[in-house]
Nanobody, 117 residues
Framework: QVQLVESGGGLVQPGGSLRLSCAAS????????MRWYRQAPGKERELVAH????????NYADSVKGRFTISRDNAKNTVYLQMNRLKPEDTAVYYC??????????WGQGTQVTVSS
C-alpha cells in the first residue's frame, strides 16, 4: 500500500534552517510528481512546493519563494524540503502528498515545524 513518512521537523529559531524528508513506498515513485503542504493552527492546508516526477520543474508558494527548496532522489524514493531563513509564520504541520492516477491523493502523517525564539 502507498505510504508516505515525513521526518525532520522540530523547533528552530527565526532565521534558522530545517530539512524535511518524506520517504515513499508502495508506488512507482519516479513516475509521480510530489508536493509539500502545510497547515497552521486555525488555517486551511496550503500548497508549499511541487516537483515533477523527474525533478526538472519546481514551483513554490509566494510566501516561501527564495527560502525553501524542494528536491527529490528517485533512487531513494525520497522527497525533501530544505527550509532556510525560517520565520514564525512558517510554523505549521508539514505534509507530503502524492496524487496517484485512478487511486487518488495520499498523505503522510505530518511533521511539526515550530519557529520560535
Amino acid at each position: 500500500q502507498v505510504q508516505l513518512v515525513e521526518s525532520g521537523g522540530g523547533l528552530v529559531q527565526p532565521g534558522g534552517s530545517l530539512r524535511l524528508s518524506c520517504a515513499a513506498s508502495g508506488f512507482t515513485f519516479s513516475s509521480y510528481a510530489m508536493r509539500w503542504y502545510r497547515q497552521a493552527p486555525g488555517k486551511e492546508r496550503e500548497l508549499v512546493a511541487h516537483i515533477t516526477n523527474r525533478g526538472d520543474i519546481t514551483n513554490y508558494a509566494d510566501s516561501v519563494k527564495g527560502r525553501f527548496t524542494i528536491s527529490r532522489d528517485n533512487a531513494k524514493n525520497t522527497v525533501y524540503l530544505q527550509m532556510n531563513r525560517l520565520k514564525p509564520e512558517d510554523t505549521a504541520v508539514y505534509y507530503c502528498n502524492v496524487v496517484i492516477l485512478l487511486l487518488g491523493a495520499y498523505w503522510g502523517q505530518g511533521t511539526q515545524v515550530t519557529v520560535s525564539s
